[in-house]
């Protein structure tokens, strides 16, 4: 039979491998197409979270501008400027009320924020746990024992100068808690959930020791500590924010160093690992980055609550899991945190400066019940 015989709607096809190569190009066509919606709206979101980034660095020099304006004596905001730009020809009173009182508080302030917020979420990356943080952990409470044993009993390091007695102990306890966290935690093969109840029972621990401190204490004493304990940026000096901002120096680009692989450690260990990474290694690292960082922001400025706990959450719902915003976010984010609870607490009561860890802590329970709640109900 001859091909002019056939019926024009056989269905018959004179040249299939054309055919097929015609739809293997489609689908080449629609891949190539798929790919480069998928790389604009990657493109998208990235810029989007940048965006969201100079947003907050904007929002926390506005902060800081109205805290270093905020005080029972009040600054107009040129002469706010004026004196932070021209010194030499400023108001001899305004220059020592701005440069040696307030601008060391405000800037302590940030740099605290930025540490406790950094620290928090690294600690809730490696451990997998959203109510991870130094102050859920123990750390914060290890460091107001060693400050207890400097006020109440004059124990010190030796060789420390007499400044620094209070935040040498504190960070060395700090420091230690840790370290024996993490060293408890691989010597008994801890899961993440036993490492958490290990932090809590070291917070219990350490508040005893403290409130033992306290009863043996004498009313002077008892009187320091109690006002350490609040948590104050009252004692913030250019010493101090120059040893926090080296540490926040070297501790951030190590962060952002191991961000791939801190984030494909949020897909769990065993898928991690089998991208290549030591998990034991990234999480030993991180640990010490952590124990230092918060260490340093509490041995100076006393328990600060929450901020650590708080900030990475809303930096996680801003700019989700990817670390290489997650961790610079959760800084700025806690650094805003804290600069806004210390105008705070120079305004809600008109010449009373109220300690920044009780602003901390009456705005950060509420939030840290939904987290709980939120948690609870993810889980059930």
Same mark, same amino acid.
């Given at each position: 039979?001859? $091909? ?16 097929? $190569?015609? $739809?293997?190009?489609?689908?080449? *066509? ?42 029972? #004596?009040? /600054?107009?905001?040129?002469?706010? %400027? ?5 010194? @030499? ?29 950094? +620290? ?19 750390? +914060? ?13 004059? !124990? ?26 993490? !060293? ?12 958490? !109840? ?10 005893? !020791? ?11 004493? %008892? ?40 984030? @494909?450690?949020?897909? =769990?260990?065993?898928?991690? *690992? #089998? ?9 030993? =690292?991180?640990?010490?980055? &952590?124990?230092?960082? +918060? *260490? ?36 700025? /984010?806690? *650094? ?36 709980? &709640?939120?948690?609870?109900? =993810? #889980?059930?």
């Amino acid at each position: 039979m001859s $091909d002019a015989r056939l019926p024009a709607g056989s269905g018959w096809r004179a040249h299939p491998e054309a055919d097929a $190569d015609a $739809d293997a190009e489609a689908r080449r *066509a629609a891949q190539g197409e798929e790919a480069a919606r998928q790389l604009r709206a990657y493109t998208r979101l990235t810029r989007r979270r940048a965006l969201l980034l100079v947003a907050v660095a904007l929002l926390i020099a506005a902060s800081l501008l109205v805290d270093l304006s905020s005080g029972p #004596s009040g /600054l107009p905001l040129a002469t706010l %400027l004026r004196t932070l730009f021209e010194r @030499a020809s400023a108001d001899p009173a305004n220059a020592v009320i701005v440069w040696q009182i307030r601008l060391p508080y405000a800037v302590m302030a940030l740099a605290v924020g930025a540490a406790l917020g950094l +620290s928090g979420a690294e600690m809730q990356t490696i451990l997998n746990n959203p109510l991870a943080s130094p102050y859920t952990l123990g750390v +914060s409470a290890a460091a107001a024992f060693g400050a207890s044993l400097a006020i109440v009993l004059d !124990l010190a390091i030796p060789g420390v100068a007499q400044t620094w007695i209070v935040s040498a102990n504190a960070f060395v306890f700090a420091f230690a808690s840790a370290l024996v966290l993490d !060293l408890v935690a691989r010597w008994r093969g801890m899961s993440t959930a036993g490492v958490v !109840l290990m932090g809590i029972a070291l917070v219990f621990s350490f508040h005893a !020791l403290v409130e033992l401190m306290q009863f043996i204490a004498s009313a002077d004493a %008892l009187q320091g500590l109690v006002f350490w304990t609040l948590g104050s940026l009252a004692r913030a000096d250019w010493p101090k924010i120059g040893v926090l901002a080296a540490a926040l120096a070297i501790a951030l680009p190590l962060s952002m160093k191991n961000a791939w692989a801190l984030t @494909a450690l949020r897909l =769990g260990e065993d898928r991690a *690992a #089998s991208f290549g990474i030591d998990v034991k290694r990234l999480r030993l =690292g991180t640990l010490l980055r &952590v124990a230092v960082l +918060s *260490a340093l922001a509490v041995s100076f400025v006393g328990t600060i609550g929450f901020v650590g706990l708080i900030a990475p959450h809303v930096a996680r719902a801003l700019f989700g899991e990817d670390h290489r915003f997650y961790l610079p976010g959760s800084l700025l /984010l806690g *650094a805003l945190m804290l600069s806004m609870a210390s105008i705070a607490s120079k305004l809600l009561i008109p010449g009373v400066l109220i300690p920044v860890g009780i602003v901390t802590a009456l705005v950060g329970i509420p939030l840290f019940l939904g987290i709980v &709640v939120r948690s609870q109900g =993810g #889980s059930a």
